[in-house]
């Protein structure tokens, strides 16, 4: 009996010894710590987070496009489970070349040190995913590497039955060349589900194979509708993705809630904090400030912001004293809070998404 096969009638990655090696984050779709949805147009919002760790992207010059990026209660094998959508609102009446929309997660670069990316060690790498959408067609997903020299590699895959869950299976060569992926906490790969291209983001001959990133051409290159953009009302959905060492996909890796909220608060936090209580009469020298400390540590120091109220009176004015990557020191810099009440920290966000 193959190892594949011994897995599958387990049922139970984790029984096996083969737990932690799914390298997504957050891959069945269950934290949303940006909001349920999010509206996108293209003069407005052309790139947000709403599932965490997943990203929806416009890029070039879109005229009408506008959509929704949410979470929904639509699974492929569970009746609660969640997955990813985009419903186009006002579609682009014609794709123009600089055009392209696409999904991505982008991997921390110290954790695929494993794959031995740029030597003669490089693994092969299998994505495995359920996809859904009122469009058939040819769509391309890949991997962008941008450190050392920038690498390239897509495929393709065929959505046979319009709004049918159907799961996919890829696998990528592994890449001896390119420098690698530096040992940091900056970006590794780009794991792209591409939604529509223009003719200039194909055509660049990264279809099938590694290649050193040529520019635009190659971004979505096999990429073969754009229908998903030209059409009102047209939806693509995307669940249980995995993306694992070898040529053969494995069971999706199921992980408790709290360890993936952990993982996904590493680059993202959102949260309402009790800041202290103010015993002064309201300036920074007398206890109106106080530091909220990130858990867990954040991949790098973010970007914070937030409001401030108080239990009566003024709420203040948020400004920041110093932020790290472990804590953030906040206080009032309109110096109007009086004594003897608490302070809250509202809206709160610290940002570090790579």
Same mark, same amino acid.
């Given at each position: 009996?193959?190892?594949?096969?011994?897995?599958?009638?387990?049922?139970?990655?984790?029984?096996?010894?083969?737990?932690?090696?799914?390298?997504?984050?957050?891959?069945?779709?269950?934290?949303?710590?940006?909001?349920?949805?999010?509206?996108?147009?293209?003069?407005?919002?052309?790139?947000? !987070?709403? &599932?965490?760790?997943?990203?929806?992207?416009?890029?070039?010059?879109?005229?009408?496009?506008?959509?929704?990026?949410?979470?929904?209660?639509?699974?492929?094998?569970?009746?609660?489970?969640?997955?990813?959508?985009?419903?186009?609102?006002?579609?682009?009446?014609?794709?123009? *070349?600089?055009?392209?929309?696409?999904? *991505?997660?982008?991997?921390?670069?110290?954790?695929?040190?494993?794959?031995? $990316?740029?030597?003669? $060690?490089?693994?092969?790498?299998?994505?495995?995913?359920?996809?859904?959408?009122?469009?058939?067609?040819?769509?391309?997903?890949?991997?962008?590497?941008?450190?050392?020299?920038?690498?390239?590699?897509?495929?393709?895959?065929?959505?046979?039955?319009?709004?049918?869950?159907?799961?996919?299976?890829?696998?990528?060569?592994?890449?001896?060349?390119?420098?690698?992926? &530096?040992?940091?906490?900056?970006?590794?790969?780009?794991?792209?589900?591409?939604?529509?291209?223009?003719?200039?983001?194909?055509?660049?001959?990264?279809?099938?194979?590694?290649?050193?990133?040529?520019?635009?051409?190659?971004?979505?290159?096999?990429?073969?509708? $754009?229908?998903?953009?030209?059409?009102?009302?047209?939806?693509?959905?995307?669940?249980?993705?995995?993306?694992?060492?070898?040529? &053969?996909?494995?069971?999706?890796?199921?992980?408790?809630?709290?360890?993936?909220?952990?993982?996904?608060?590493? !680059?993202?936090?959102?949260?309402?904090?009790?800041?202290?209580?103010?015993?002064?009469?309201?300036?920074?020298? &007398?206890?109106?400030?106080?530091?909220?400390?990130?858990?867990?540590?954040?991949?790098?120091?973010?970007?914070?912001?937030?409001?401030?109220?108080?239990?009566?009176?003024?709420?203040?004015?948020?400004?920041?004293?110093?932020?790290?990557?472990?804590?953030?020191?906040?206080?009032?810099?309109?110096?109007?809070?009086? *004594?003897?009440?608490?302070?809250?920290?509202?809206?709160?966000?610290?940002?570090?998404?790579?």
């Amino acid at each position: 009996m193959s190892r594949a096969r011994e897995i599958a009638d387990l049922g139970s990655p984790a029984a096996s010894g083969l737990s932690d090696r799914n390298l997504l984050i957050n891959s069945d779709m269950q934290v949303a710590q940006h909001g349920a949805s999010k509206a996108m147009a293209h003069d407005g919002n052309t790139s947000v !987070y709403v &599932v965490d760790r997943f990203t929806m992207a416009f890029g070039g010059t879109h005229e009408q496009l506008d959509g929704t990026y949410a979470q929904v209660a639509d699974h492929p094998l569970s009746a609660n489970g969640k997955s990813l959508k985009w419903t186009t609102g006002t579609a682009e009446s014609s794709y123009d *070349a600089d055009e392209y929309l696409y999904l *991505a997660q982008i991997i921390e670069a110290q954790n695929l040190q494993r794959i031995n $990316n740029g030597n003669s $060690n490089a693994v092969p790498i299998t994505l495995s995913f359920y996809v859904k959408s009122s469009i058939t067609g040819t769509f391309a997903v890949g991997i962008y590497k941008e450190d050392s020299t920038a690498r390239i590699f897509n495929k393709t895959y065929a959505i046979s039955s319009a709004n049918t869950w159907e799961k996919k299976t890829i696998t990528f060569a592994g890449d001896a060349s390119g420098g690698g992926i &530096v040992n940091d906490n900056g970006r590794g790969f780009y794991i792209n589900w591409h939604l529509a291209a223009g003719s200039n983001a194909v055509g660049g001959g990264s279809n099938g194979a590694w290649k050193n990133y040529g520019g635009l051409s190659d971004w979505a290159d096999g990429q073969a509708t $754009n229908a998903i953009a030209t059409t009102a009302s047209a939806t693509w959905q995307l669940a249980q993705c995995q993306l694992e060492i070898g040529e &053969v996909a494995t069971p999706l890796e199921h992980e408790d809630i709290g360890t993936t909220l952990e993982k996904c608060r590493r !680059y993202f936090q959102s949260d309402s904090c009790h800041l202290g209580y103010n015993l002064g009469s309201g300036n920074y020298a &007398v206890a109106s400030s106080g530091t909220v400390q990130f858990t867990p540590k954040m991949r790098a120091t973010p970007t914070v912001s937030g409001t401030l109220s108080a239990q009566s009176g003024n709420g203040g004015t948020l400004a920041l004293a110093s932020t790290t990557s472990s804590n953030v020191h906040i206080y009032n810099s309109a110096n109007n809070w009086s *004594a003897s009440q608490g302070i809250f920290v509202n809206d709160f966000i610290a940002d570090a998404e790579l």
